[in-house]
């Protein structure tokens, strides 16, 4: 059994970690035991059921079409976006590629400001300007959030130079898929990197697809962590909230020491790759539904917390009922909240908009600086 609880302090729970594997570390560098309390428990168990109640919606929107262009929803993966909450700070950056929602919860946006944003609409993060792809948040670190395949990689490494540059004592997670993983920008901007020690971590998402084709039918080498070469790598699973959790403060602490790493977090999206992929014609209805019974995330942490007596099952279905409240009124005011005015459509192109020339809809409508 995986879960006790720990004889020293009846509020401490003790979780054994799955194995690690790894390129040019060793083993015993790695935690092997993880350590919570009955409040965190219950506090992931909540936030990842709020992660996944707000994809479920937004795939209901979408169908209803009031989520229009691209969606790529990650219930199955919330376990990832929870252990990096955990495992890094604020003051540590955080770069991703479009399946982006559950990381802009966790860096400080609002449900309805995450579902109005897809929405189109100007209560949304972007003044409903962004949409699904591009959410971003300063404030917090989170740089996006963006619609090119392994685009955001050389930017994640930019920010890791300015790290050091600054000589600031955060790191820099830059999270792709396994698709992306084949990009040639990974390899020249993790090379630099390498060169010059910087605080970088690639964290790749391997869910098995990228996008309708599985890794063993895109990649000579599936084992991703080595992609590095010569950068040290970690294989965990991704699906264990504990084990990302751990392995991102070991991570941070070696990035800051040594330089970059790899991780490669194995996981599973219950959705196709986008809500144009219906995710049953490269592999099985009931490939998914095992995924769900054994690997679930959720059912993960669940299972510790009934195994602890931390709650039984009618107080996590209280947890359950207030998460769908909360996103339900997200959903039902993103509804009734105003579309952006033709006017933002030349706001917020520039820093200084008004020291620039901008052209309007129309050309008397457009931003002429003064000086002109």
């Given at each position: 059994?995986?879960f006790?609880?720990?004889?020293?302090?009846?509020?401490?729970?003790?979780v054994?970690?799955?194995p690690?594997?790894?390129?040019?570390?060793?083993?015993?560098q790695?935690?092997?035991?993880?350590?919570?309390?009955?409040?965190?428990?219950?506090?992931?168990?909540?936030?990842?059921?709020?992660?996944?109640r707000?994809?479920i919606a937004?795939?209901?929107?979408?169908k209803q079409r009031l989520?229009?262009?691209?969606?790529?929803?990650?219930?199955?993966q919330?376990?990832?976006?929870?252990?990096?909450?955990?495992?890094?700070?604020?003051?540590?950056?955080?770069?991703?590629?479009?399946?982006?929602?559950c990381?802009a919860l966790l860096?400080g946006?609002?449900?309805?400001?995450i579902?109005?944003?897809?929405?189109?609409?100007?209560?949304?993060?972007?003044k409903?300007?962004?949409?699904s792809?591009?959410?971003?948040?300063?404030?917090?670190?989170f740089?996006?959030?963006?619609?090119?395949?392994?685009?955001?990689?050389?930017?994640?490494?930019?920010l890791?130079?300015a790290?050091?540059?600054?000589k600031k004592?955060n790191?820099?997670?830059?999270?792709?898929?396994?698709?992306a993983?084949?990009?040639?920008?990974?390899?020249?901007?993790?090379n630099?990197?390498?060169?010059?020690?910087?605080p970088?971590?690639?964290f790749?998402?391997?869910n098995l697809?990228?996008?309708g084709t599985?890794?063993d039918?895109a990649?000579?080498?599936?084992?991703?962590y080595?992609?590095?070469d010569?950068?040290p790598?970690?294989?965990i699973?991704?699906n264990n909230?504990f084990?990302?959790?751990?392995?991102l403060?070991?991570?941070?602490?070696?990035?800051?020491?040594?330089?970059?790493?790899?991780?490669?977090?194995?996981?599973?999206?219950y959705?196709?790759?986008?809500?144009?992929?219906p995710g049953?014609?490269?592999?099985?209805?009931e490939?998914?539904?095992?995924?769900?019974?054994?690997?679930?995330?959720?059912n993960?942490v669940?299972?510790?917390?009934?195994e602890?007596?931390?709650?039984?099952?009618?107080?996590l279905?209280?947890?359950d009922?207030?998460t769908?409240?909360?996103?339900?009124?997200a959903?039902e005011?993103a509804k009734?909240?105003?579309?952006?005015?033709?006017?933002?459509?030349t706001?917020?192109?520039?820093?200084?908009?008004?020291?620039?020339?901008i052209r309007g809809?129309?050309?008397?409508?457009?931003?002429?600086?003064?000086?002109q």
């Amino acid at each position: 059994m995986i879960f006790r609880i720990s004889r020293s302090c009846f509020s401490s729970i003790s979780v054994k970690l799955p194995p690690f594997k790894v390129h040019h570390l060793e083993l015993d560098q790695l935690p092997q035991t993880a350590t919570t309390t009955s409040s965190e428990l219950l506090a992931y168990y909540k936030s990842m059921q709020l992660q996944r109640r707000m994809e479920i919606a937004c795939d209901n929107l979408y169908k209803q079409r009031l989520i229009r262009g691209f969606l790529h929803l990650a219930d199955g993966q919330e376990s990832i976006y929870e252990g990096l909450h955990a495992g890094l700070t604020f003051d540590d950056c955080v770069i991703t590629a479009y399946r982006d929602h559950c990381i802009a919860l966790l860096r400080g946006d609002t449900p309805h400001q995450i579902i109005a944003e897809m929405m189109a609409k100007q209560t949304g993060s972007t003044k409903g300007k962004g949409g699904s792809m591009h959410y971003y948040k300063k404030a917090t670190n989170f740089y996006g959030g963006h619609g090119i395949v392994g685009a955001q990689i050389p930017l994640g490494t930019g920010l890791a130079f300015a790290q050091k540059y600054l000589k600031k004592p955060n790191v820099t997670l830059i999270m792709f898929g396994d698709g992306a993983a084949n990009q040639g920008q990974l390899y020249e901007a993790a090379n630099m990197a390498q060169l010059w020690h910087l605080p970088a971590i690639y964290f790749i998402e391997n869910n098995l697809f990228g996008m309708g084709t599985s890794i063993d039918r895109a990649s000579a080498n599936t084992k991703f962590y080595t992609r590095g070469d010569v950068i040290p790598g970690i294989q965990i699973d991704g699906n264990n909230v504990f084990q990302v959790r751990e392995t991102l403060k070991f991570a941070k602490k070696h990035c800051l020491e040594k330089g970059p790493i790899f991780i490669e977090a194995m996981t599973y999206r219950y959705h196709g790759h986008s809500m144009s992929d219906p995710g049953v014609t490269y592999r099985t209805r009931e490939e998914v539904q095992q995924q769900r019974k054994t690997r679930d995330c959720i059912n993960y942490v669940k299972n510790i917390i009934l195994e602890n007596k931390v709650a039984d099952e009618p107080q996590l279905e209280e947890i359950d009922n207030s998460t769908q409240n909360e996103i339900d009124i997200a959903v039902e005011q993103a509804k009734v909240d105003p579309v952006p005015p033709s006017t933002e459509l030349t706001t917020d192109v520039y820093v200084d908009n008004e020291n620039h020339f901008i052209r309007g809809i129309l050309y008397k409508d457009s931003i002429v600086p003064k000086s002109q």
